[in-house]
């Protein structure tokens, strides 16, 4: 099992993804920095699409987004 025994390979071949059965000793602290990262973004683009998210047609019922839109949370705070 594992696809055979390990062949001769080009030294002088350079990858982004670390060569030919690459195992980095560091590979758990890469992929929590790369995970915080892809989360730090997915915040960012959260809250401005949140923030400029605007319905020209006031839903009919209550959806997911109006938890969150600036616009529903604004009016919200003008009816009380």
Avoid: C
Wanted: proline content about 9%.
């Amino acid at each position: 099992m594992g696809g055979g025994a390990r062949y001769p390979y080009p030294k002088h071949v350079w990858t982004p993804s670390g060569g030919w059965w690459s195992r980095p000793s560091n590979w758990k602290s890469n992929t929590a920095i790369t995970f915080m990262g892809i989360l730090a973004v997915a915040y960012g683009v959260w809250t401005v699409s949140a923030e400029r998210e605007v319905r020209h047609i006031k839903p009919d019922r209550p959806i997911p987004s109006m938890m969150w839109a600036k616009q529903f949370r604004d009016q919200e705070a003008k009816e009380t």
